[in-house]
């Protein structure tokens, strides 16, 4: 996926020669005494090898188009980064692993946020299970005491969970499942919408 973007991205750059080592260097020299020109042109002078590396990251739950922002951000951070220092390795290899960082950064953080919305879900689809399952038992619907104690959890844990879900729906967030969150029976906010006034209603 994504092959189109990358090739249309490739071409955009097309004008725009890559670095070759020796002009590297020299600029290099340029950006480390304050040549703003020199830096420019050590960023777009790599922009194809960051677009590589963004290329090589496709397929783990980030879109192209974020990954090639991230490298392209990393690439400029590594140039200011290295023209600054007076100590810092060869400028290949640092730049790679700033790249390399961000783009590992920037996938943990999807999969992570993926993990979340997924865990939450699950949570609300066994508390409305429970919730309907005490509502059947008792003959009318239980209160939140009464699902803390079924579930095994705190009141105050119930009471997150519903205000998450409730917080996850008005934001629609794309990261959640929210046909399960939706699929919550009940879940209403009353009184002045503190945690404490929230209440089981069919």
């Not at 980030?62 to 060869?90: G, H, I």
């Not at 996938?107 to 609300?124: C, I, M, S």
């Not at 998450?164 to 939706?182: F, G, Q, R």
Request: aromatic share 6%.
């Amino acid at each position: 996926m994504h092959d189109d973007f990358y090739q249309m991205y490739l071409e955009e750059m097309g004008h725009i020669p890559p670095c070759t080592r020796e002009e590297q260097e020299d600029l290099l020299k340029e950006a480390a005494e304050g040549r703003k020109e020199a830096k420019k042109r050590l960023v777009e002078g790599n922009l194809r090898a960051a677009l590589e590396f963004a290329r090589e990251y496709d397929g783990r739950g980030v879109l192209m188009t974020d990954l090639v922002q991230e490298a392209n951000m990393a690439l400029m951070m590594a140039v200011e980064e290295y023209v600054q220092s007076e100590d810092s390795p060869e400028f290949e290899s640092f730049k790679n692993q700033r790249i390399k960082e961000a783009l590992d950064a920037a996938v943990n953080e999807q999969q992570f946020a993926k993990q979340t919305g997924e865990e939450l879900a699950a949570r609300v689809n066994v508390l409305q299970q429970i919730s309907q399952l005490l509502a059947g038992e008792l003959g009318r619907e239980a209160t939140v005491e009464e699902l803390a104690d079924k579930m095994k959890m705190t009141v105050e844990e119930i009471k997150g969970i519903m205000k998450i879900a409730m917080d996850a729906m008005s934001m629609n967030a794309e990261t959640m499942d929210l046909e399960a969150l939706a699929g919550v029976e009940g879940i209403e906010i009353t009184g002045d919408e503190e945690a404490d006034d929230y209440d089981y209603e069919e």
